[in-house]
């Protein structure tokens, strides 16, 4: 089984749309974090959740986390050209100490067409 | 604001030969680590580093791998004898908590 799964694989929306992304994950947590991945480049750090955390924002970001479901939503609001890229969700595993390796998820692919 | 930084941006290298790829994570950050990303697929992680010692490393991390922090700022990524397979984007990532962690712009490695 795979931890860090996003859906859809692929989303498609006009500027000014919301964009909504999903992961799921099947073991434990201590946080999730969220990253943005333009084409060929570097991971950015969008925003972290920790476990005992519901819903956190940034900005026009918007960060659900529903540990019953094992899952969290990414929902950017008024869509830009220029948040088209890939999406990633990463988990700790819930693992702690000096580990914290992450678990990161095959990605949602967002274009948001001008 | 603070960046961890990667060089060089592309690496080409031959079979057989050893590489070493570079970091330099955030001033004030105490734990680091290298993932990797092949072509079309999932961030992987390989290794972390945490007071000057590994602290976990993934199976793909085998005795061709190894990293060094050899000064305050610099942390390295070293494959001795490289393989097709580890033909890949290479990411260093820095944390101050052991829990954000902040990547730099990666190293393409492609082995001949």
């Known amino acids: 089984s795979q931890q860090g799964e996003e859906d859809p694989q692929a989303l498609s929306i006009q500027e000014g749309e919301n964009a909504t992304m999903n992961c799921s994950y099947k073991t434990s947590i201590n946080n999730l974090q969220w990253y943005r991945q333009n084409s060929g480049r570097g991971l950015v750090h969008l925003i972290l959740?920790?476990?005992?955390?519901r819903e956190k924002h940034s900005g026009r970001l918007r960060v659900t986390l529903d540990t019953s479901k094992k899952s969290s939503s990414l929902l950017i609001t008024a869509s830009r050209a220029t948040d088209t890229a890939s999406y990633f969700c990463?988990?700790?595993?819930?693992?702690?100490?000096?580990?914290?390796?992450?678990?990161f998820g095959t990605g949602t692919l967002l274009a948001v067409q001008p | 604001e603070p960046e961890v930084t990667q060089t060089p941006s592309h690496q080409v290298t031959q079979m057989g030969q050893e590489v070493i790829l570079r970091c330099v994570p955030i001033?004030?950050?105490?734990?680091f680590y290298w993932y990797r990303q092949i072509l079309g697929q999932k961030v992987e992680f390989l290794v972390s580093?945490?007071?000057?010692?590994?602290?976990?490393k993934s199976e793909i991390f085998d005795d061709q791998f190894s990293v060094e922090r050899p000064d305050g700022s610099n942390f390295t990524l070293k494959i001795r004898s490289t393989k097709l397979e580890d033909s890949a984007m290479y990411f260093c990532?820095?944390?101050?908590?052991?829990?954000?962690?902040?990547f730099g712009p990666g190293t393409r490695l492609t082995v001949t």
């Open positions: 001033s004030n950050h105490l734990y």
């Open positions: 990463a988990t700790d595993g819930g693992y702690g100490g000096a580990t914290n390796k992450l678990i």
């Open positions: 959740i920790r476990s005992n955390e």
């Open positions: 990532a820095s944390s101050q908590t052991g829990i954000a962690q902040y």
């Open positions: 580093f945490y007071n000057n010692e590994i602290s976990e």
